[in-house]
């Protein structure tokens, strides 16, 4: 929305009106727009001079998020295990500020598949940022390895004993015969709209 307002006016055109901005982004009314510019100007990327109509004008440093390249490293299972290799997808840029998070060089995301975690809010085709070498804690929801098999569920422990628990109950807990790896603990979720 920076952008437009910024461009409109650096093309010799008057500020654009909140309804301009409106049918611009398709918004249903005036009102979305009006919330979205009071945003830019509560973080100070633009003033408005009251009462007068049109007065919006960027300020002169705009204000930048502090953004981070996570790795997405495939899609992980939430349902029943699976073997899976890890797929390389690219990357995708976060708002650390507005995840509260502090990414390391171990970051990393995995693409949800499944509906096992539901209880937990984490659906399928979210996104899970999860932190590699991070030691698990009872309660947490953790990308693990149970027998050779990679999922998405909840790391518990009951009788010093760890198992991996789905926050669905059409699924069982996950108990191991061999094995139980963690290779990632829970830090944020990603949500597309749809």
């Known amino acids: 929305m ?3 307002i910024t461009g409109r006016m650096q093309q010799g055109h008057p500020c654009p ?3 301009e901005i409106a049918a611009h982004f398709g918004f249903g009314n005036a009102y979305a727009a009006s919330c979205h510019v009071d945003a830019l100007v509560a973080k100070g ?5 009251p009462g007068k109509a049109r007065s919006l004008r960027p300020t002169a440093a705009i204000p930048r998020h502090r953004t981070a390249e996570i790795p997405i490293f495939g899609s992980i ?10 797929e390389a997808e690219g990357c995708i840029a976060v708002d650390l500020d507005a995840l509260q998070l502090k990414p390391t060089a171990r970051t990393f995301a995995l693409r949800v598949k499944g509906d096992s975690m539901t209880g937990k809010g984490i659906l399928d085709g979210d996104l899970v940022l999860l932190e590699h070498g991070a030691e698990a804690r009872h309660g947490q929801v953790v990308a693990a390895l149970i027998d050779g098999k990679s ?7 009951k009788n010093r004993r760890p198992f991996l628990r789905a926050e669905n109950p059409k699924y069982p807990d996950l108990m191991p015969a061999d094995e139980l790896m963690v290779q990632g603990v829970f830090v944020a979720l990603i949500r597309k709209a749809r």
């Open 45 to 49: 990327a633009l003033i408005r001079d």
């Open 2 to 4: 920076l952008d437009f």
């Open 17 to 19: 009106s909140l309804r």
């Open 77 to 86: 299972p939430a349902g029943f295990g699976e073997d899976r290799e890890e």
């Open 151 to 157: 999922t998405l569920k909840t790391y518990v422990v």
